[in-house]
């Protein structure tokens, strides 16, 4: 296994020979460029490959005794198995070739949307999360998740925090904490559902494709669930963006996917609030910078719509 990059992603130059052979041969033409795009804090290769013909693909690569293997090879099956219309890229294919593993997406040409209250683009990610939701998923869609646990079912943390609460914890969560654990340990019990979740969705996990629209890409936590987890999910990604937080609170508060079952979107609410808060706090792993310092943001961001939730007096 190579070393990991210290800071950013494995490039095109670092995957073998071999492997990079496969894909032009499989691919039809040799790549001329391979560009990293900006987003996600990842190790792997993860990069749009220019061909001498003019197609692009895109490609997510790395060793495969790599854990990242494992979850670009849960992504390459979710995305065969989606239903038309998805808002996701077409697999291209997999290729596994001198211990490394490469998964081939359609390439999407466009920026991240724009999350902030200026754009058309939040409006129309809800609605493209709303018709995902319509109808429970279909079976080919959960044969492919159905081996993988889900990972939103698994997030906690404030549990984590109260054995050893630390000392920059602001005093109101502090005095919080047995709340905020009781609440997160019901989440497992709720995190059930028979509907497609992405299981990831922020903007470095979209492209804005110049013929597509806003396109979900990185389903590696795809599973099924309630509606709850991707809304729920999307709203702290829109106060990092600039939407006041009382907006999005509100927001939750009246959308169908968080509105119908209010426990399980706080529960998980919570839960990914936890998560945060107690990854933020760990050492950085390697070949991941800006993780931690998202996870803190992100930490205050669900905080924000948290408070309004339980009923806190928060100034
Ligand atoms: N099909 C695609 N076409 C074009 N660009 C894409 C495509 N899929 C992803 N990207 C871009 O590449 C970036 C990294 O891809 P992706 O998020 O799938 O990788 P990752 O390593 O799993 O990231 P993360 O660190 O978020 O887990 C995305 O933020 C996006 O900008
Ligand atoms: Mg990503």
Not at 44 to 71: E, H, I, N, S, Y
Not at 98 to 110: K, P
Not at 257 to 284: V, Y
Request: aromatic share 4%; hydrophobic share 45%.
């Amino acid at each position: 296994m190579p070393v990991l990059p210290p800071v950013g992603r494995l490039r095109w130059t670092d995957v073998p020979a071999p492997l990079r052979a496969r894909l032009e041969t499989a691919l039809g033409s040799p790549v001329t460029d391979a560009v990293t795009p900006a987003g996600g804090f990842g190790h792997q290769l993860a990069a749009a490959l220019t061909l001498a013909d003019g197609r692009r693909f895109f490609v997510k690569a790395a060793p495969t005794d790599d854990p990242l293997t494992a979850a670009n090879l849960h992504e390459g099956a979710v995305l065969a198995s989606l239903p038309p219309g998805a808002p996701a890229p077409e697999l291209v294919g997999i290729h596994q070739v001198a211990d490394w593993t490469a998964v081939v997406i359609a390439h999407l040409d466009g920026p991240h949307p724009d999350l902030s209250s200026d754009s058309s683009d939040p409006g129309q990610i809800w609605a493209l999360l709303d018709k995902l939701v319509s109808s429970p998923a279909p079976p080919p869609y959960t044969a492919a998740v159905a081996s993988t646990p889900s990972g939103a079912a698994g997030l906690h943390g404030w549990a984590i925090l109260l054995a050893n609460p630390p000392r920059d914890l602001e005093p109101r969560v502090r005095h919080r904490l047995h709340e905020l654990a009781e609440l997160e340990a019901v989440w497992p019990g709720l995190a059930h559902g028979d509907l497609i979740v992405h299981g990831d969705l922020r903007a470095d996990n979209m492209v804005r494709d110049h013929d597509r629209g806003v396109t979900f890409v990185d389903w590696a936590h795809a599973t099924t669930g309630p509606a709850c987890i991707d809304a729920v999910s999307l709203a702290p990604q829109l106060v990092l963006a600039g939407h006041p937080p009382q907006d999005i609170a509100h927001l939750l508060d009246e959308h169908p996917a968080t509105a119908t079952d209010l426990l399980a979107s706080t529960a998980f609410l919570t839960a990914l609030t936890g998560h945060w808060h107690r990854n933020a706090r760990q050492p950085a792993p390697p070949g991941a910078p800006g993780l931690r310092a998202y996870q803190h943001r992100a930490a205050a961001a669900g905080l924000t719509l948290l408070g309004p939730r339980l009923n806190w007096n928060i100034g």
